[in-house]
């Protein structure tokens, strides 16, 4: 059987396979995986991969459709039950063979909803292939904590995103291009220094994506009409996902990319988004200093610049989308300080000058408390999460404009 394994690093891959092989999780040998199952992480550089190479393979590799028997989730994996989960889920269905299955970890429903994680019912309110009272699930309860999803009487309906851009409009064509020009060590070469920039893009939409689902549905109500402002790096993908989300309400939305951007990226997303996002998203492009504020917004989100504006900006930025945050709104504010507690705190000053700051897992979208210990399938990640508690590094703060 061809079978493949995903975990977020090669450090997890032990306890990812220990979940599945073990008799407690699998106690009538429905899911147990092959012995050569092939492990594969967001992050490797191993790009030019056969399954049986005896390596670590990136799972953003555009994979040959009809090419596997399963796909293992790892329960180090982010398991957000969010937009982007589901239609990456839906994209990596299209990588099995007939009768082909992703098996995939899933919680208890009251832990699920606390942690925005897989559940039974999220899976199947996405995945559901049922005419009536006629046809087949495309869901099977397996096991305590393991679900596993394939294609039923019918696909499941299409669910744009930025991951179904990546597997249907720019990493073929990017692996199409780049194997027509080089070849040996300068493809491998230019694959690493091309392919896996984007992949890491990717993956950070991931969570990215999920966080501010989150904090639109705990501020600002999941139903309630909403307008959202992104300021960063990620080419307007963040704000045309929450846009197609169909768990929540955002009507418009605006980007300003700030710094230096690919022209062949910004052509391939401009192509693929605009017949799904319209005139709702609009995509701006510049400096810092082009940023303009023309409107009224519910949700703002400003992410990965502090070190490249510096202190000052960042804090005349923040009071520049305070001022434009309508009532009730939320400012939400991510950055990643490589550990260094001066410049955390120097943010966790800034943001406490406009209101209350509460924190949100990069890990888990929930809200950091205090008192309230994070729980996961993964001994490793909850590890993680409870540095992320002490450090308050790498996660979303968000005030709200009360």
């Known amino acids: 059987m061809s079978q493949v394994v995903l975990h977020l690093g090669e450090q997890h891959i032990k306890e990812d396979l220990e979940y599945y092989f073990s008799g407690e999780r699998d106690k009538n040998n429905q899911v147990r995986p092959d012995e050569k199952i092939y492990s594969m992480t967001p992050f490797s550089e191993h790009i030019e991969m056969d399954f049986a190479d005896g390596k670590v393979g990136n799972f953003f590799y555009p994979v040959l459709p009809d090419a596997l028997d399963r796909i293992y989730i790892g329960i180090s994996v982010s398991l957000f039950a969010n937009h982007w989960g589901a239609s990456f889920l839906l994209e990596l269905l299209k990588h099995l063979k007939p009768g082909g299955s992703i098996v995939v970890p899933v919680y208890p429903e009251g832990q699920a909803a606390e942690k925005d994680f897989w559940s039974r019912s999220f899976l199947e309110n996405i995945f559901l292939s049922r005419e009536r009272w006629t046809g087949f699930s495309n869901l099977t309860a397996e096991n305590d904590g393991v679900m596993s999803i394939r294609v039923g009487r019918?696909?499941?309906?299409?669910?744009?995103?930025?991951?179904?851009?990546?597997f249907k409009e720019r990493g073929n064509l990017l692996l199409a291009d780049l194997q027509s020009g080089y070849s040996g060590n300068d493809l491998t070469r230019h694959l690493k220094n091309v392919f896996v920039p984007l992949c890491t893009m990717m993956w950070n939409q991931y969570s990215a994506s999920a966080v501010t689902e989150r904090v639109i549905t705990e501020y600002v109500g999941k139903k309630h009409a909403s307008a959202l402002m992104h300021i960063g790096q990620d080419y307007g993908l963040l704000a045309n996902d929450v846009i197609l989300s169909s768990l929540m309400n955002v009507e418009?939305?605006?980007?300003?990319?700030?710094?230096?951007h690919d022209v062949s990226l910004v052509n391939s997303i401009s192509r693929y988004f605009s017949a799904h996002t319209q005139d709702k998203h609009v995509m701006n492009y510049g400096n810092i200093s082009d940023v303009v504020f023309a409107d009224s917004y519910n949700v703002i989100v400003i992410s990965e610049l502090y070190s490249s504006i510096g202190t000052e900006k960042y804090k005349q930025l923040l009071e520049q989308a305070w001022a434009h945050l309508a009532e009730n709104g939320v400012l939400v504010v991510h950055e990643d300080m490589s550990g260094d507690t001066a410049e955390i705190a120097q943010l966790d000053a800034i943001m406490s000058?406009?209101?209350?700051?509460?924190?949100?897992s990069l890990i888990a979208a929930r809200k950091i408390e205090a008192a309230v210990e994070i729980s996961q399938y993964s001994l490793a990640v909850e590890e993680n999460l409870r540095q992320e508690k002490r450090t308050r590094d790498n996660v979303f703060r968000v005030v709200r404009k009360a």
């Open 154 to 166: 019918k696909w499941p309906a299409p669910m744009p995103s930025s991951i179904e851009w990546f």
């Open 252 to 260: 418009k939305g605006v980007t300003w990319h700030v710094g230096d």
């Open 353 to 360: 000058a406009l209101s209350e700051v509460h924190m949100h």
